[in-house]
């Protein structure tokens, strides 16, 4: 079994910068794409960012291009959203995710791992 764990949220005004953290342990041979997913109370979970955990291929939603930049340190399983320029709509819990397909993916459904997720607060 695969378990991730994240880290790093927290409370910031608006044009501050975070940086989550997601530790993989267990299975995490059988991870090729990871992501960042976030969700408002009454929301559904949206894609934030995603990488693939053999190259340096990324990909991330139009809103956030520019400010937020998923990284990885393959030696210590753990993957990385560094959130720069942050504003108010951002605010959500941020949930890391891990699939064994190795494409670009974007639907929740095609990942089969998550973390218990982190809160992370925007001010205005």
């Known amino acids: 079994q695969l378990q991730l764990v994240e880290s790093g949220g927290g409370l910031v005004q608006a044009g501050g910068s975070l940086r989550l953290s997601c530790a993989a342990s267990?299975?995490?041979?059988?991870?090729?794409?990871m992501a960042w997913f976030r969700q408002v109370p009454g929301k559904e979970r949206e894609f934030v960012a995603g990488?693939?955990?053999?190259?340096?291929?990324?990909w991330y939603i139009d809103s956030v291009k520019g400010r937020f930049t998923v990284s990885k340190d393959n030696a210590k399983r753990t993957v990385y959203l560094q959130m720069n320029s942050l504003k108010p709509e951002d605010t959500a819990v941020y949930y890391c995710?891990?699939?064994?397909?190795?494409?670009?993916?974007?639907?929740?459904?095609?990942?089969?791992?998550w973390g218990q997720g982190t809160q992370v607060t925007v001010s205005s």
């Open positions: 995710a891990a699939s064994g397909l190795n494409r670009k993916l974007l639907q929740d459904q095609n990942y089969a791992y």
């Open positions: 267990g299975r995490a041979f059988s991870i090729n794409t």
């Open positions: 990488t693939n955990w053999n190259n340096a291929y990324t």
